[in-house]
Protein backbone atom coordinates (compact mmCIF):
# COMPACT_ATOMS: atom_id res chain seq x y z
CA UNK A 1 0.00 0.00 0.00
CA UNK A 2 1.71 3.56 -1.02
CA UNK A 3 1.50 6.62 1.79
CA UNK A 4 -1.03 8.22 0.13
CA UNK A 5 -3.85 5.51 -0.18
CA UNK A 6 -2.83 4.31 3.76
CA UNK A 7 -3.10 7.88 4.49
CA UNK A 8 -6.61 7.81 2.91
CA UNK A 9 -7.52 4.48 4.60
CA UNK A 10 -6.86 6.04 8.44
CA UNK A 11 -8.64 9.46 7.69
CA UNK A 12 -11.36 7.39 6.06
CA UNK A 13 -11.62 5.06 9.20
CA UNK A 14 -11.31 7.82 11.61
CA UNK A 15 -14.56 9.95 9.54
CA UNK A 16 -16.84 6.69 10.09
CA UNK A 17 -19.69 7.85 12.23
CA UNK A 18 -19.43 6.14 15.51
CA UNK A 19 -22.98 5.67 17.11
CA UNK A 20 -24.86 7.88 14.94
CA UNK A 21 -22.46 10.77 15.19
CA UNK A 22 -20.47 11.69 12.05
CA UNK A 23 -16.99 13.15 12.89
CA UNK A 24 -15.65 15.84 10.51
CA UNK A 25 -13.09 15.30 7.83
CA UNK A 26 -10.83 17.90 9.68
CA UNK A 27 -11.28 16.13 12.81
CA UNK A 28 -11.20 12.86 11.54
CA UNK A 29 -7.47 14.06 9.90
CA UNK A 30 -5.96 15.29 13.10
CA UNK A 31 -7.10 11.36 14.44
CA UNK A 32 -4.93 10.09 11.76
CA UNK A 33 -2.46 12.36 11.88
CA UNK A 34 -2.30 11.90 16.06
CA UNK A 35 -2.71 7.84 15.49
CA UNK A 36 0.44 8.49 12.67
CA UNK A 37 2.68 10.18 15.50
CA UNK A 38 2.25 7.72 17.77
CA UNK A 39 3.61 4.63 15.27
CA UNK A 40 6.58 6.99 14.31
CA UNK A 41 7.22 7.79 18.03
CA UNK A 42 6.95 4.20 18.80
CA UNK A 43 9.21 3.21 16.02
CA UNK A 44 12.17 5.34 16.82
CA UNK A 45 13.03 3.23 19.77
CA UNK A 46 15.09 0.89 17.56
CA UNK A 47 15.20 3.75 14.65
CA UNK A 48 18.42 2.21 13.15
CA UNK A 49 16.29 -0.84 12.46
CA UNK A 50 13.45 1.05 11.76
CA UNK A 51 14.38 3.45 9.28
CA UNK A 52 12.52 2.62 6.26
CA UNK A 53 9.74 1.52 8.12
CA UNK A 54 9.42 5.45 9.83
CA UNK A 55 10.10 6.93 6.87
CA UNK A 56 7.31 5.28 4.95
CA UNK A 57 4.92 6.31 7.74
CA UNK A 58 6.39 10.32 7.33
CA UNK A 59 5.31 10.02 3.97
CA UNK A 60 2.05 9.06 5.37
CA UNK A 61 1.93 11.79 7.76
CA UNK A 62 2.76 14.33 4.78
CA UNK A 63 -0.50 12.81 2.71
CA UNK A 64 -2.40 13.33 5.33
Aim: without cysteine; proline residues 3%.
Amino acid sequence: MTPKEKAEELVNKMERPMDGVSIFRLAAKKLALIAVDEVIEALHEHHWQNRLIINYWEEVKQEI
